[in-house]
């Protein structure tokens, strides 16, 4: 409830010409933007690319933000046409994967719009203390992009193969899923 | 892991897969609830975690419509690592610094180069507005731009100029020799005489006749000289440009790229060309043409001198007298390796681009380019009291770890920090340098004591600075007098406790790593330093105030 106050608050300030208020929602939903399109999209670039669309489109939208209103669903709603107008460009455009990818998306964007709504910036500071405590390979496999045939050449680095990096990367997201859970409850 | 859930998470990745193998996947991700909800769970878990590592976005667009350019708006740095931040939004800084940062070629887009260049420009307003805030106003001839670095052999129309002197808007001309001049915005403007230049603002000179080279660092892109040719434009990062009155400007791009325009003689026309790295043109007024021409053929334009360093024969005898425990004099590498002066210093082991090279005074020195240099294994550190002595000759460039002690070895977390900076906004100095002395303890990426040395006119010279605590009393030296101070409260200490030292950075980037083109892999530096650095000693002690300054005082003229 706080919380909301604040909110309701701040776009106040933003409608009445105090830009800087807005700072204090980018500050405190942006992380969560970024999420939600992170798991639509795999580069990075778009991410952040349709994460400051989404803002900018917030802000000069912003009178239209109704009161009691869910202000991270709000900016989600945003982000979510961005991302369907960017996944109809990829239709039209693109090669199997980044296609394989917005079905991908399609099929899970709803299960990742609620998980979502958790993420403020001190997860993503969880989240590098957990990668900070996996074991050398595995954090080695995170740290790494696996991007493309790049998960070929750290298995060679690693003396094994693409497969196991792959099996590896995958243990890895597990443990950092439930170190992410235990941090969340501490 | 079973198979399909393993080819989903690389075929997410960009693996190769067949498109009936896709197909399948997508098949079983629409029927198959728990095999959603593990693949869902994946790539949720792969995406926070990619973010994560990720460096902050660059969000120019969005400061633009906002109109955040200025980071000094408000004090405060949840972090500690960067003063002048906007209290509880510290990526605002970061977004700025990361586009100050950024390299040319990287910057892709157009809109982004245009985002860059408006920045540019708006930053370049801002120096101006924090140069008026901090009671320094413009004279009426238009106020200092920067100042003379460095001159050999030059002789100046107007005799009372020297090293030092302020350059304002106005007409210099430059009758034989050479000199360099720093503008406050970072950029490094190299002459040879005859030269008659005339200077308009910050990012805009004309030149009639001369030879110059330019160096203009990631931020203060767009820098522009008029000739009587036509019009230079860099884009990032160095330059060299020749008037020759009455003939032609040949122009050639050593890094980054530049612009070359001319106006078409009898009609309303600009003709256009963009140079990439190595590559010449010559301007033609007259015929309205750009006419393109082999680099080489320009290569008379001088490299711009780093100041030289001279010591007197006796400096090392007399660090070691006052008995460091660390003592580099980063005079030599063999291989990788840079060794030490005493029995106990660990060797460092260079991380990219550090040259060790002479200067102009015939002194090898570190010359970082963007590279580090950190010990191998962890060290035992003093603990409670130490000194970092060191000689300093940075360029204005942004901000720059010089040394980074550490408990962790890819630098995240501190409990001592040097860096060059001029990320001052906010303080009142507006784009002048600093060097600052960040002590914290317990260690960790945010908090702290710092001490910050605010003073224009700091790059491309030679200083010597000691910087060191006291059971929490902090002190900073500069070329022998004491500069600044601060008390952090009683040390807990770290005695015996393992550190890692590292000069030339603040930290790894958490990100990955880059790949040179000799095929080594490299981690990815943030905030390198940039300049260089000779005879770096760590103390378990501090210094007294008489050995600070005879160790100063050994620098020769």
Request: aromatic share 8%.
């Amino acid at each position: 409830m706080r919380v909301e106050e604040d909110v309701q608050q701040m776009v106040e300030r933003v409608l009445k010409g105090d830009g800087d208020a807005f700072l204090g929602l980018v500050h405190r939903y942006a992380p969560g933007v970024r999420a939600y399109l992170a798991s639509h999209l795999y580069q990075l670039d778009a991410v952040d690319d349709l994460a400051q669309e989404t803002l900018i489109a917030a802000y000069r939208s912003l009178d239209r933000f109704r009161q009691g209103e869910d202000f991270g669903g709000w900016l989600r709603g945003i982000a979510r046409n961005k991302l369907r107008k960017h996944f109809e460009q990829v239709q039209k455009h693109s090669g199997l994967m980044e296609r394989f990818r917005a079905e991908c998306a399609g099929v899970l964007g709803d299960a990742w719009e609620e998980r979502a709504e958790e993420v403020h910036g001190e997860a993503l500071q969880r989240m590098l203390g957990c990668i900070g405590r996996l074991p050398d390979r595995m954090r080695r496999v995170v740290r790494a992009n696996l991007d493309g045939s790049r998960g070929e050449s750290l298995a060679e680095e690693l003396g094994t193969t693409a497969g196991a990096v792959y099996q590896l990367q995958y243990r890895a997201l597990k443990m950092l899923r439930d170190c992410m859970k235990e941090a969340h409850g501490t | 892991m079973e198979p399909d859930l393993a080819d989903a998470l690389r075929a997410y990745q960009g693996g190769a897969f067949p498109e009936e193998r896709l197909r399948e996947l997508v098949h079983r991700l629409r029927t198959d609830s728990a095999f959603r909800e593990a693949f869902g769970d994946a790539v949720w878990i792969l995406g926070l975690s990619r973010l994560a590592q990720a460096p902050e976005p660059r969000w120019t667009g969005l400061c633009e419509e906002m109109g955040w350019l200025n980071p000094g708006s408000a004090a405060g740095d949840p972090r500690g690592e960067n003063p002048g931040a906007v209290e509880g939004f510290e990526n605002l800084d970061r977004v700025l610094g990361e586009v100050r940062r950024e390299p040319a070629p990287y910057v892709r887009a157009w809109w982004r180069r245009a985002a860059v260049l408006a920045l540019a420009a708006c930053l370049v307003l801002l120096a101006g507005l924090g140069w008026m805030w901090g009671g320094r106003q413009p004279d009426a001839a238009g106020g200092g731009l920067g100042d003379v670095v460095s001159a050999e052999g030059a002789v100046w129309e107007n005799r009372s100029i020297r090293v030092g002197s302020e350059v304002r808007v106005g007409p210099l001309k430059l009758l034989r020799g050479n000199a360099s001049i720093g503008f406050h915005s970072g950029v490094l403007l190299f002459v040879e005489g005859p030269a008659d230049l005339e200077f308009r603002d910050s990012s805009r000179i004309w030149c009639g006749r001369g030879r110059l080279r330019l160096r203009v660092p990631p931020g203060a892109e767009g820098f522009v000289i008029d000739t009587p040719e036509g019009v230079v434009t860099d884009l990032g990062t160095e330059l060299g440009v020749e008037i020759a009155p009455g003939r032609s400007t040949r122009l050639a791009v050593y890094e980054g790229k530049a612009e070359a325009s001319l106006r078409v003689p009898g009609q309303g026309g600009v003709r256009t060309e963009v140079l990439g790295e190595k590559q010449g043109a010559e301007l033609v007024g007259a015929q309205g043409v750009i006419r393109r021409m082999p680099i080489e053929e320009l290569q008379g334009v001088g490299r711009i001198p780093m100041p030289g360093l001279r010591l007197a024969p006796g400096y090392r005898e007399q660090v070691l007298e006052a008995g460091p425990v660390f003592y580099w004099r980063l005079d030599r590498v063999e291989g990788d390796q840079v060794a030490g002066e005493t029995e106990g210093t660990p060797v460092l082991w260079k991380k990219g681009a550090v040259d060790f090279v002479e200067d102009t005074a015939g002194t090898r020195s570190a010359w970082f380019r963007g590279g580090a240099l950190a010990v191998g294994e962890a060290v035992d550190f003093p603990g409670e009291k130490y000194a970092v002595e060191c000689w300093l000759c940075a360029e204005p460039m942004s901000s720059g770890g010089v040394l980074g002690l550490a408990e962790d070895d890819r630098f995240q977390r501190h409990f001592g920090y040097v860096e060059f900076t001029n990320r001052l906004a906010g303080s009142g100095h507006g784009q002048a340098s600093a060097l600052r002395f960040l002590h914290r303890r317990p260690a960790g990426g945010g908090g702290g004591m710092n001490v910050l040395v605010p003073q224009p006119g700091l790059a491309y010279r030679w200083h010597h600075w000691v910087v060191q605590q006291d059971s929490g009393r902090l002190e900073v030296y500069q070329d022998g007098k004491r500069v600044g101070r601060a008390e952090a409260g009683s040390d807990p200490g770290g005695a015996g406790a393992p550190c890692w030292i590292q000069l030339g950075a603040l930290r790894e980037n958490l990100a990955g790593t880059k790949r040179m083109k000799n095929g080594s892999v490299l981690p990815v530096l943030e905030r390198p330093f940039l300049g260089r650095m000779a005879e770096m000693a760590i103390y378990s002690r501090p210094l007294s105030e008489q050995e600070i300054r005879r160790h100063a005082q050994s620098r020769l003229p």
